[in-house]
Every structure is written in C-alpha cells, then in structure tokens.
C-alpha cells in the first residue's frame, strides 16, 4: 500500500489532568522514537482534554523543546472518546497508535508491535494481566461479557493498537467514553482488515485516579455499545 506520509509513527497521548505523569509519559515517548524508528522519524501529539491541572502546560513546554511534539487543546472535557478522535485527526504520520498520559503504559511497549507491521496494516493486543484489583476485573468481566451479547465480540483487545493511518481517512468515531478503542478497531474488522496481536503488561497507576469507574460513564458506555451495535452488527 502506498504512503508518502513524512514520518513512520504517530504517537498521541491522551491527557486530562495528568500533570504528574505527562511529562515522563511524552519524553519516554520520544527517547523511544529514538530508539526504535530509524532516525527518530515520528511525532508525539498530547491531547490536553480540557485538564484543570498543569497537564495543558506541561505539555506547550514539551512542544516548545522538541519540534516532534505537538498539542491539541480541548477547551473543555469533552471524554476520552473525543481526546481520541481529535489526537488521530491530528496524525500525520504512516502509522497511529495511542497511550495514556497516566503512564500505565510505557512506550517501550510499542517495541512489540513494529515487528508485525511488516504483515499488518492493524495490530491490536490484549494485556497479560492487568492487576487492577478485584473491583477493576469485575468490571472488565462484566463488559467483556456485555460486548459479546450486544457485539458478538468480547472486544478483548486494549485500547494500545497501531494502525495504518490510512484506515481512519473518513472514518467517523461517535463513541465519546473508552468506547471509541472498541469503534474504531471493529470498523477495521467489519472492513476486512486482518489483524495482528500481541501481549502486553500495564502497571499500576503511579498518581490521580481512574475516570472511567463510575456508574454514571458505565452507563454511558453501555449507551454507546447499543449505538454501535444497532450500527454495525444490525446494519
């Protein structure tokens, strides 16, 4: 497949008040381009979702000191869902992928994906172990569960993928929760994009708290699975 795109790897952080880890999360980023793409070629682009913190700051200082990094500001929060669609929209480079600025996920994990771009336009992964806690794997139980009744796919995979940039052009991502790492590989599939996989590990939150449990956003994702369901499993 052709791509005239300038860089290898787009990497887009999404951040809403994570002024204790964006900055080490951006930097780990870069010192991977460095190490692992030939002649650091990429870019980093934070996504600032309307932080009531310094995130925003953090990350203009960033972008000011390399010219690989640039940031997209939310006036608002606006969810992790929109955080997504406005760092892909911002991509410029011949593969996406995406990590979150709370640094559960190191850079270095990305190293695993390279390899199968060779082979696949998409390769998503799922996680060792997570280790969250009893609470966190009941939730993840339950909305495994729910997505494979509501989307015929237990949507197992974790929101760390790398995709051909490509794939996304005129892509519409509705999703405004966690959903949208749900949305846009299953549009892929239902493409017929033939996916890749690898493992990967998370380690425990270093600062802040999980947005996403509450019951309020699990109703909301709940929503948004019957959205994409009736979308694309009834269409």
């Known amino acids: ?39 650091g070629s ?11 913190d310094d995130t925003g700051r ?8 390399d010219a690989r990094v640039r940031v997209v500001h939310h006036g608002t929060n606006r969810g992790m869902g929109a955080a997504i669609a406005s760092g892909y929209g911002a991509a410029s480079c011949r593969f996406v992928t995406q990590l ?7 850079p270095e994990t990305l190293a695993r994906f390279l390899p199968l771009l060779e082979s696949h336009d998409l390769v998503l992964s799922e996680y060792e172990k997570r280790g969250d806690g009893p609470l966190r794997a009941f939730i993840t139980w339950g909305y495994q569960t729910t997505a494979l009744l509501l989307l015929k796919n237990r949507c197992a995979f974790t929101g760390t993928m790398v995709f051909r940039r490509s794939l996304i052009e005129g892509m519409p991502i509705r999703s405004r929760t966690f959903m949208a790492n749900v949305e846009v590989p299953l549009r892929m599939l239902r493409a017929g994009v033939a996916p890749g996989m690898v493992t990967i590990s998370c380690v425990a939150r270093q600062a802040g708290r999980s947005k996403v449990l509450s019951v309020r956003r699990i109703l909301r ?10 979308e694309l499993v009834l269409s």
């Not at 953090?58 to 000191?65: F, Q, R, V």
């Not at 994702?221 to 009736?230: S, Y």
Request: net charge negative; proline share 4%; hydrophobic share 50%.
């Open 1 to 39: 497949m052709a791509d005239e795109s300038p860089g290898y790897l787009s990497i887009v952080i999404m951040a809403f008040n994570e002024g204790a880890t964006i900055r080490r999360q951006a930097m780990d980023s870069l010192n991977f381009l460095d190490r692992h793409v030939p002649g």
């Open 42 to 52: 990429g870019e980093v682009i934070i996504v600032d979702d309307g932080s009531a």
């Open 58 to 65: 953090i990350a203009d200082e960033l972008a000011l000191s």
């Open 100 to 106: 979150p600025g709370d640094a559960q996920v190191h």
């Open 221 to 230: 994702v709940i929503l948004e699975m019957m959205a994409l369901r009736r």
